[in-house]
């Protein structure tokens, strides 16, 4: 078999277990020392050509699973920079998409915090550190400590 076939064979395993990023599935084949550089490339531009690998099908399903995560924008925007997504597509789909951040900080503010003392400031500043470190944005992260702060019996929507 040659190193191209074996170079593809293992591409298309991995595709077949889930999808990846161009950059991602790169970086797989470079870890195999018998792999050249350059046969890697002409695997990766067929498998684009023929709709196996595509980095706009792995965005959407990433997505997704971060926002099932609980992630907000900036972290999204972070972890699919990591996978070699481009700025254009990330903002393009996180625009277009029908996010809702305001609720899904406060759904996941009361999933984690429930319906405690909102009077105390201590709590207040455990929400508002859970959802900067989920990667809100800062007048979201105000949206729901004022959410919080005038209506007690939040149910989630």
Request: glycine fraction near 4%.
């Amino acid at each position: 078999m040659s190193q191209y076939t074996e170079i593809k064979n293992k591409a298309i395993y991995f595709l077949s277990r889930r999808e990846y990023s161009k950059l991602e599935l790169i970086t797989r084949l470079n870890r195999y020392p018998n792999f050249q550089e350059d046969l890697i490339i002409q695997v990766i531009d067929e498998l684009i050509e023929k709709d196996y690998l595509s980095d706009l099908r792995f965005s959407e399903q990433y997505v997704n699973m971060l926002l099932n995560k609980g992630l907000g924008f900036k972290k999204i925007k972070y972890e699919l920079k990591l996978k070699g997504i481009s700025d254009a597509r990330i903002i393009e789909l996180l625009n277009i998409s029908d996010i809702n951040w305001h609720t899904n900080a406060l759904n996941l503010a009361h999933k984690k915090y429930g319906k405690k003392n909102i009077r105390d400031v201590k709590i207040l500043a455990k929400i508002q550190r859970h959802l900067y470190s989920k990667g809100f944005d800062i007048d979201i992260i105000y949206y729901v400590i004022n959410y919080y702060k005038n209506y007690q019996d939040y149910e989630t929507t």
